[in-house]
Structures are given as C-alpha cells and as structure tokens.
C-alpha cells in the first residue's frame, strides 16, 4: 500500500523563523523513532514550511504506518514542543491531499464513489486490480479520530465482496424435521382468509387488518406460548418502544446495512413546529382541495429522526444502556408482543405471510456464555412442541449461519447451540413439493454473542463475559402457515390447540 499525505497543523500563534530548525530537528527523530520500531516498508515525514500560523508536512508511507494514525500521534508530542519552547498552542491540523493506493482481493465488476472520498479509481499494477482513494481534504478532524479513513478502505472491499457473493449468502443445514404430517388442504391461505372473512387488505401495501375472527386465534395462540415456552421457563413480559432514533440503530449496527438486504426501515419524521398557525396553510389547502400538499408539507418536517420498530430487539438494549449488572440478576429473559413493527418489504403484492405492518413476538436473553445457551436450547425444544405437538405443523429446523461466520463455525452436537440462528420453516403445500418449493420460516432462536453489550456498553458484575441471544416470530407467520397446512375447517383443527380456542366469532354478513 502507497500513501501520501500533505497537511497542516494549525498554531495559536505566529511561530518564529528559528523554529523552522528546531522542528525539523524533532521531525527528524520522530521519523527515525518511528522506522525503528518498524524496519519493514519505508516512511518518511518531511516539514515543508512554516507560515501564517501552519506547520505544513508531508507523510509519505509504503507498506508502512497509516500517516492519519501518525499525525493522530505525534500532535501531543509536537503540542508539548512548540508549547514548551514558544509558548504556543495547536489548534488541530487540516488535510491538502491525502491520496492513497491498496491493493485489492478481487477485481470491482462496477465503478462506485464513497462518502468523504473526492476521487476513487481502480487499475490495474502488474495484472492485479488496485484502488486509488482520494480522501476529501475537508474530512472533519473528529471522523478521522472515529477511524473513518480505515472504514473506507474496508468498505471498498465490501462492496466489492457483495457484488461476487451477495448481501445474504448463507449455510443452512437441516437439523431437525417434524416428519410428514396430514394435510387438510392445498389452497393459497391468504385467499383462503380473504374469503371466509378473516383478514381485509388496507388501502396501503402490505398491511392487513385483523378481524375478530383472527384475532380469536392470536389470543389462543398467545395462550400457547405463555403455558409452553415462557411460563416454563421464566421469561417475563414487557413493553419496548416501537419508535427507534438514530443513536439505537447506530449502536446496533443497523443503520449500516440500511436497504442492502437485511434492514429496511420506515422512517419518521417530526414536525418543525406545533404551532398551529404554522400549519393553518396545510390546513386551508386540504380543506378546499381534499388532497394533500406533499410539496409544502416536506417543508414543514424535519429529516427523519428514526424510524418505527424493524425489531424489538434494538430498542430493548437501551433498558440497559451503560449498566452493569448483577450476577444475582442473570440471566435476563423477556418477551414482547405489545405492538406491531415494521419492514418496508420490497414489491406490493405479497400475501398475509409478507407484509410491511406485522405482529411480531420478541424474546429475549441476556447472561453468561453459558446461560445463554441453555436458554437458547431449552426455548428452541418448547417451540419444537409447540410447533410439532399442539399446532401440529410439519415443520423442520434449519441451522442459518451468516456467511461472515462460517469460517468459525464449529460441528457440535444437535442440541448445543453456538453463535448462530435456528430457523423454523413450515412446508407450504400450495407452492409445490416438499423437495422444489420454497419453506415458510415462522420463528427464529439466535445466539447473537457479545454483538449487544458491546454495542451498548453493557457489563456484568466481575467483568464476565455477557452474550446475548433472541428470538423472533410472528402471528401472522403461525396463522399463514397452519392454514396452510389445515385449512379453515375448525372441527378439523388439531385437538391440543383447539382446546385453547375459547370461541371464533363469525365475521359480519354483508348485503
């Protein structure tokens, strides 16, 4: 790697014309102290004048230190010698050029640019591909601090990846399956709902309301859970919000994979002001017109603040934000279901299985290494018997693990649960053969390791290691894939979960 680095550091004062000697003196060592730790590659520092309040320099490495991280360095250093001898202060430095070479892993299918980039090239140097980044000489001093520079050439390489291997490439292995089970029906379920009433698409996509008929088979359902997963073994309910600000999903990792496959969020937005003279011309327009005035209405808001709940695994964390816990206290389970969330799927017309508004189940844990997988084992064997003995669903599981980790995955035993997911997929007779046709996954179990304390600056009492792991399911998923499976005939309906239906109102009769 070739890097090339010209800068300024900006002075309190005017420095004298001898200390152009003096510095050079100190630049001088501080490059042979540097070379000396590091014999490999070559670096070189080089003061090219001192005027008008700046010490310009020139860095120059190959296959050496990153210049950013010197200067980030030796500012203390240089501050305490020009201080100590002149009396005056730095006041922080400002790139001129900053251009730097890499070689890369593979050769870019696409050209592409990059925030806080003023120039980014590929070549090719004796027939392997390279990439000339150009860095934006007005990068804020606080993002080079942050490590900025190094996630831009990590990007580079990322993005790169994605266009050879995808976004969501994954290994997925089939661990467990329920075995074939009797099938009631062959129809498409959603139709099947529409039709009997249960469910009425909205005026916007993907969203659905609930009619009492469906809602009657949530609560059974809800019933369910509590007497065969949480109950047993100690979860506790809550309520976690379901508007996200920035500041989570940054600390979570999500705001970097917005719609790359994987995160797709609604966005919300406040509005400038509450006043409602402020408003009264919105107001006026919509009366006379009785539409909306998209146009003046954008000028009113602000850029979006967060957006609704993707996950209620996110907002969760901030509960514990900055805290150590007790030993006493661990291990933490929970769940939620106070309110739907929201995914902005792509397309329009996918049925009551895919949508943007759903009724998702959250559960989750929090302890040691050790705790954390025996919760995750124990609640993925309870959904197992819900799943196969009370809904009656033919349903398997599948071991998904992220690309990224499948380097350190390791063989265990069936039961033994590393950082990983375990998908619940369900057979959709209406889409074809079990062997061809594409499974429903209605509940996940992941063991997310230390990804969330870390994120959220979460400790345990002694300094142990803190994993945690969830668990995400929803109503709409059960439903879709146990009519799927059963149809809408309710005396044909598997006798263990009838017995949880108090009663199923009939939809209203219209003329």
């Given at each position: 790697m070739k890097q090339t680095l010209e800068l300024y550091f900006i002075t309190s004062g005017e420095l004298p014309k001898e200390s152009i000697e003096h510095l050079t003196q100190f630049i001088s060592k501080y490059e042979q102290d540097l070379?000396?730790?590091?014999?490999?590659?070559?670096?070189?520092?080089?003061?090219?004048?001192?005027?008008?309040?700046?010490?310009?320099?020139?860095?120059?490495?190959?296959?050496?230190?990153?210049?950013?991280?010197?200067?980030?360095?030796?500012?203390?250093?240089?501050?305490?010698?020009?201080?100590?001898?002149?009396?005056?202060?730095?006041?922080?430095?400002?790139?001129?050029?900053?251009?730097?070479?890499?070689?890369?892993?593979?050769?870019?299918?696409?050209?592409?640019?990059?925030?806080?980039?003023?120039?980014?090239?590929?070549?090719?140097?004796?027939?392997?591909?390279?990439?000339?980044?150009?860095?934006d000489p007005e990068i804020e001093e606080d993002f080079v601090e942050k490590?900025?520079?190094?996630?831009?050439?990590?990007?580079?390489?990322?993005?790169?990846?994605?266009?050879?291997?995808?976004?969501?490439?994954?290994?997925?292995t089939v661990a467990w399956y329920s075995g074939e089970k009797k099938l009631l029906t062959s129809k498409n379920p959603t139709k099947l709902l529409e039709k009997e009433g249960w469910i009425k698409r909205t005026n916007y996509r993907n969203q659905w309301i609930l009619t009492p008929s469906i809602t009657a088979v949530i609560e059974a359902i809800k019933k369910i859970m509590v007497e065969h997963v949480y109950t047993p073994l100690n979860y506790q309910k809550m309520m976690i919000p379901k508007l996200v600000d920035w500041s989570i999903w940054l600390r979570s990792g999500h705001a970097e994979g917005m719609f790359q496959g994987g995160f797709e969020p609604y966005f919300v937005v406040q509005p400038k002001s509450a006043n409602p003279e402020f408003f009264e011309e919105i107001a006026d327009y919509i009366t006379i017109t009785k539409t909306?005035?998209?146009?003046?209405?954008?000028?009113?808001?602000?850029?979006?603040?967060?957006?609704?709940?993707?996950?209620?695994?996110?907002?969760?964390?901030?509960?514990?934000?900055?805290?150590?816990?007790?030993?006493?206290?661990?291990?933490?389970?929970?769940?939620?279901?106070?309110?739907?969330?929201?995914?902005?799927?792509?397309?329009?017309?996918?049925g009551f299985e895919r949508v943007d508004e759903l009724h998702r189940i959250e559960t989750l844990f929090i302890g040691t290494p050790k705790q954390v997988k025996e919760v995750a084992t124990e609640t993925r064997k309870k959904l197992r018997e819900v799943f196969d003995r009370i809904f009656d669903l033919e349903v398997r599981e599948a071991k998904v693990m992220p690309w990224w980790l499948e380097q350190s995955a390791k063989d265990e035993e069936e039961e033994d649960m590393l950082v990983g997911t375990i998908d619940f997929e369900t057979y959709m007779p209406y889409r074809g053969s079990r062997e061809e046709s594409e499974w429903l996954e209605i509940q996940n179990i992941s063991i997310i390791g230390d990804k969330y304390p870390r994120g959220f600056s979460v400790k345990t009492?002694?300094?142990?290691?803190?994993?945690?792991?969830?668990?995400?399911?929803?109503?709409?998923?059960?439903?879709?894939?146990?009519v799927s499976q059963k149809g809408l005939k309710t005396d044909e309906w598997p006798e263990p979960f009838l017995k949880y239906l108090d009663n199923i109102p009939e939809p209203p009769k219209f003329l």
């Open positions: 070379n000396s730790k590091r014999p490999k590659g070559k670096f070189t520092i080089e003061l090219s004048e001192i005027k008008d309040k700046k010490i310009v320099l020139s860095l120059n490495s190959v296959d050496s230190y990153a210049p950013h991280t010197i200067v980030l360095r030796m500012r203390k250093q240089l501050a305490q010698e020009i201080g100590k001898k002149y009396k005056i202060g730095l006041r922080g430095f400002k790139f001129i050029k900053y251009e730097i070479e890499k070689k890369l892993k593979l050769e870019p299918k696409r050209e592409f640019t990059l925030p806080l980039t003023s120039k980014l090239e590929f070549f090719k140097k004796e027939d392997e591909p390279w990439a000339r980044i150009e860095i490590g900025a520079i190094e996630r831009i050439l990590r990007r580079i390489n990322d993005k790169i990846s994605k266009d050879y291997h995808g976004a969501k490439k994954e290994h997925h909306i005035p998209e146009d003046k209405l954008y000028e009113k808001i602000t850029p979006p603040i967060g957006g609704l709940s993707y996950a209620q695994c996110p907002p969760f964390w901030a509960w514990l934000q900055g805290k150590t816990i007790a030993k006493e206290s661990l291990p933490i389970l929970v769940y939620d279901w106070s309110g739907p969330t929201y995914r902005y799927e792509s397309g329009s017309a996918y009492e002694g300094g142990k290691d803190l994993w945690s792991g969830c668990g995400g399911g929803s109503f709409e998923r059960f439903i879709t894939a146990f």
